[in-house]
């Protein structure tokens, strides 16, 4: 019900709802967070965050997620490195989702050299990692390290995806790269 209301607008219901709960678990505490985030709340969301620890709710992957995708979105950076803290506290780090959004984060945030140590850091690395990346350095006007990266992804033995190509083609884009906007037309045709 607290998501419910939350994702139709009706926020003080929402936290009505929440507030008559007999007992808030991780879920309800989550969907609060996500609430406050979604509309741009961050200190409300942070603020949950906190009570929910406090009241002895311990975060999970979606908690986590939840939060960085606010911070990331309203450029709460202060916020993002409390949270971070939290996640290696908690030994999350490689749980799904939770490297990819922190990535995010830092990208959004222009903290590329945090998301490349985020990066390196991860267990395994995917696709949509990869992309992050790629696309965070195309984003801040470094296109010849989404290319560099780009590189590196397919010498690890991963297929890029229509994500990528584009970021990468965004790249080729800005630097007026020709050449490798030609060489990038051929691997999509032959894919």
């Not at 009706?10 to 609430?35: G, H, M, Y």
């Not at 990468?168 to 051929?186: D, Y």
Request: aromatic content about 8%.
């Amino acid at each position: 019900l607290v998501n419910m209301y939350g994702k139709c607008g009706c926020i003080d219901q929402a936290r009505k709802v929440f507030n008559e709960l007999p007992c808030r678990d991780v879920v309800s505490w989550t969907s609060l967070i996500s609430l406050h985030g979604g509309n741009g709340d961050i200190k409300e969301a942070f603020c949950c965050y906190k009570r929910m620890q406090f009241e002895g709710v311990i975060p999970n992957s979606a908690t986590f997620v939840n939060i960085l995708m606010a911070c990331g979105d309203l450029g709460a950076i202060e916020e993002g490195r409390k949270i971070h803290i939290d996640i290696e506290h908690e030994g999350i780090l490689g749980a799904e989702f939770v490297g990819n959004t922190l990535i995010r984060m830092y990208v959004k945030c222009g903290l590329l050299v945090k998301a490349r140590e985020v990066f390196d850091e991860l267990p395994t690395q995917d696709v949509i990692t990869w992309n992050l990346l790629i696309a965070g350095y195309s984003n801040h006007g470094h296109d010849e390290k989404a290319w560099h990266y780009f590189q590196q992804m397919k010498l690890n033995g991963l297929l890029p995806d229509a994500v990528t190509f584009s970021c990468v083609l965004k790249a080729c884009t800005n630097t007026g790269s020709l050449e490798i906007g030609v060489e990038m037309h051929a691997e999509v045709m032959k894919k």
